[in-house]
């Protein structure tokens, strides 16, 4: 997913991971593991200051970037 206003790129990963980089040049910002199994889903709330994140283990987490 990409911040609609901020230099942020959220992807979801085969293993569970979140990682967060900078659009602008791909730096590491944040890893997480926040999911047991796959991420389907990666999105931006509509206030821009969260994101949802689905995943394959059955669970919905939200975090404050």
Excluded at 23 to 44: A, M, Q, T
Excluded at 47 to 57: A, E, G, H, L, R
């Amino acid at each position: 997913a990409v911040h609609p206003e901020e230099d942020l790129v959220a992807i979801g990963c085969l293993d569970g991971t979140l990682i967060l980089r900078k659009k602008s040049n791909g730096e590491l910002i944040r890893e997480l593991k926040p999911h047991s199994d796959y991420i389907n889903n990666v999105s931006f709330s509509p206030c821009k200051k969260y994101i949802y994140i689905v995943s394959n283990d059955y669970f919905l987490k939200i975090y404050d970037h």
